[in-house]
């Protein structure tokens, strides 16, 4: 059973401020990582996709992946309060990798 | 394109009724796939299809729930029997050819079983 684990928060961060989310894996076969954001009473959208080591950034967004230590991180800088929202990780699962596990996902509440 | 629809978006029903959801996807897109989800959760997979062919249904899917995409457009859930436990948000998503992990969720339908 592929397992995607979060913190289920909610983590706090004044506005302005770097917002980091974590997530773990437990298939050391997966290739390819994704962050959705899901607003309350919203379906979750796609926000970043990760496939290599290292970091990739996207404006505000940068994903961070470590794959030795199965781990991959979103960093939020100059967060707003519009990035209250819940950050949900999401690894290919399934058979053949063909769909996504996604974690519980991490409550992000950012203060004006 | 108004991208991914789901109707109803809600659904109240007794415990032991029939229902059935509808999923229509973005047009081009060949992947459909259907999630559940609870309150504090994250999306759990049902099944997904492509194009007709249904391709993986996941262990959480009992004899009580199926799945149909005729002719590969719009699919339809159906749950048997409802109970309780059923309760929950069921997401539809669609992804097109060569992005299978891009998926564009619906809005959603949320059943409540009394």
């Known amino acids: 059973q592929k397992e995607v684990e979060q913190n289920s928060g909610p983590l706090s961060v004044p506005e302005g401020a770097i917002a980091s989310l974590n997530c773990t894996y437990s298939?050391?076969?997966?290739?390819?990582f994704f962050w959705y954001r899901q607003y309350s009473g919203k379906s979750p959208e796609l926000i970043m996709s990760?496939?290599?080591?290292g970091d990739k950034e996207d404006g505000r967004f940068t994903a961070q992946l470590n794959k030795a230590s199965q781990y991959v991180s979103l960093l939020i800088r100059d967060s707003q309060p519009s990035d209250s929202a819940t950050y949900l990780c999401?690894?290919?699962?399934?058979?053949?990798?063909?769909?996504?596990?996604f974690g519980k996902g991490t409550m992000l509440l950012v203060s004006p | 394109d108004t991208g991914v629809s789901q109707d109803p978006r809600h659904k109240i029903t007794k415990r032991g009724q029939n229902v059935t959801f509808r999923c229509d996807p973005i047009s081009e897109h060949n992947r459909l796939y259907w999630y559940r989800q609870t309150l504090g959760q994250g999306p759990e997979f049902l099944t997904y299809?492509?194009?007709?062919?249904?391709?993986?249904k996941s262990r959480l899917l009992s004899d009580r729930f199926s799945a149909e995409r005729p002719k590969g457009s719009f699919s339809t859930l159906e749950i048997q029997r409802t109970e309780q436990g059923d309760s929950a948000m069921y997401l539809c998503?669609?992804?097109?050819?060569?992005?299978?992990?891009?998926?564009?969720f619906g809005s959603g339908t949320r059943l409540t079983v009394v």
């Open positions: 998503a669609s992804t097109p050819r060569g992005a299978p992990y891009g998926y564009t």
């Open positions: 999401a690894v290919p699962g399934g058979s053949g990798y063909s769909t996504l596990t």
């Open positions: 298939d050391r076969g997966s290739q390819s």
């Open positions: 299809f492509q194009n007709e062919a249904q391709l993986e």
């Open positions: 990760i496939y290599s080591n």
